[in-house]
C-alpha cells in the first residue's frame, strides 16, 4: 500500500505541473503565432509602399500592442492640403528616400519598418502620445518603451535623408545607406551657365577686359560674402525646413527659438538686413572725381548715406590743404624706392577727364626700357640721380 500511496503522489505532482505548463505553453505558442501574423503583415505592407502608412487601430494593434521583436520608425504628420503644413511635405519626401534606400537594399530584414501617421487619419494617436507639432519622428524599439533619444531632434538635424539614417542606425544598429533618385536639374543648370559664360566669352573674343574689371570680380565677392554670413551653407549641410507652422494652432514660426538651430526663413531675413547696412556704406567702393564732390546732389549722398558725410571737404579745400601733403609723401616714398635704381618716365601728351596729363612710371631695366622707347613718340627718358 506504502508503494501505491508514493505512486500516487508523484503522479498527481506531475499531472499539476503539467496543469501549470500546458498554459504556459499555450500563451506562447499564441504569442509566437500573433507575431508571426504580425511580421508577416508588415512585410506585405512594406512590400508594397516602403512607408506603411497607419490609423489609430493599426498603430494600437503593430506598435503599441505585444508581442513585437521589430523596431518601427513613424513620422506624425499632417499632409492634408487645408493643413498648409509645407514643411511636412518636404520632411516626407526625404523620408521616402530613407524609406526607399533601406526596402531596396541587399540589406533589408524585418528588424525595422517605415511608418506613417497623419493627423487627420490617426487623430487619437497624437492625443495618446500628446503630441501637439508635426513632423515629428519617433523610434518605438523592439523591447521597452520609448526614450527621450528616441525622438528625433528636426529643429537641430533637419531632415535630410541622410541625417535620418545616421539616426536610425544609432537607435537600431541598422546601417542604411541613402540612395537619392537621379536629379538631373543641377548639372542643367551648371551646364547652362557654362554655355552662357562660354558663349559670351566667344562673342567678345577679340576683347576679354570685362575679365580683369575690378568692378565685376568685387561684385561677384560681395555676393559670395553675402550668401557665406547670412548661413546658407549651414542650410545646404543641414537641410532644416523653410519654416515651421503648428498644426494645432495654425501659426508659423519663421524664427527658430534655439540658438543652436535655425530655418532658411532666416537665413533670408538676414541677407535682407545685410543688404540694408550694405546700402549705407556703398559709397566707400565709389571712385568720384575731386570736382564732383562739390555737387549738390552728391554732397546730399554723402550727408545723408555716408557717417559723418557732411563734414567731408570740398574740392578746393582738399586741393590746397590735404592734396599737398599727399603728393610730398608719395614723392618721399617713391624717392625711397627707386634710389639708385634704374627707372624711367614717360609723359604722354594725351590728357585725362579731368584735364591732367598721364605720368607713366614702369619699374624696368633700363636697357629694356631703351628698346621699348625707340616706339614711343614723343617721349623724355630720364635716369635717376
Known sequence: ??????????????????????PKTLKILTSLTVLSEKVTQMMEWASKRSVIRMNGDKFRRFVKAPPRNYSVVIMFTALQPQRHCGVCRQADEEFQVLANSWRYSSAFTNKVFFAS?????????????????????????????PR??????????????????RWVADRTDVQIRVIRPPNYAGPLLLGFLLAVIGGLAYLRRHNLEFLFNKNVWAFSALCFVLIMTSGQMWNHIRGPPY??????????????????????????????????????????????????????LVRLFLSEKVINGGS????????????????????????????????????????????????????????????????????SVYRSS
Open 117 to 145: 501617421v497623419d493627423f487627420d487619419e490617426g487623430s487619437d494617436v497624437f492625443q495618446m502620445l500628446n503630441m501637439n507639432s508635426a513632423p515629428t519622428f519617433l523610434h518605438f524599439p523592439a523591447k521597452g518603451k
Open 312 to 379: 567731408i571737404p570740398r574740392s578746393h579745400q582738399l586741393q590746397e590743404k590735404y592734396l599737398g601733403d599727399l603728393y610730398a609723401k608719395e614723392k618721399a616714398e617713391f624717392k625711397k624706392k627707386v634710389s639708385g635704381k634704374p627707372f624711367a618716365v614717360i609723359f604722354d601728351e594725351t590728357p585725362d577727364l579731368e584735364g591732367s596729363f598721364v605720368v607713366v612710371v614702369p619699374h624696368c631695366h633700363w636697357k629694356n626700357f631703351m628698346k621699348y622707347s625707340k616706339i614711343l613718340s614723343k617721349s
Open 148 to 165: 527621450r533619444s528616441d525622438t528625433y531632434e528636426l529643429q537641430v538635424r533637419g531632415f535630410a535623408a541622410e541625417q535620418l539614417a
Open 1 to 22: 500500500m506504502t508503494n501505491f500511496s508514493i505512486l500516487d503522489k508523484t503522479l498527481h505532482r506531475q499531472c499539476q505541473r503539467f496543469q501549470d505548463i500546458v
Open 243 to 296: 519654416a515651421h507652422k503648428n498644426p494645432s494652432t495654425g501659426q508659423v514660426s519663421y524664427i527658430h527659438g534655439s540658438s543652436q538651430a535655425q530655418f532658411v526663413a532666416e537665413t533670408h531675413i538676414v541677407l535682407l538686413f545685410n543688404l540694408r547696412r550694405l546700402d549705407d556704406c556703398m559709397c566707400t567702393a565709389l571712385n568720384i572725381p575731386l570736382s564732383k564732390t562739390d555737387h549738390s
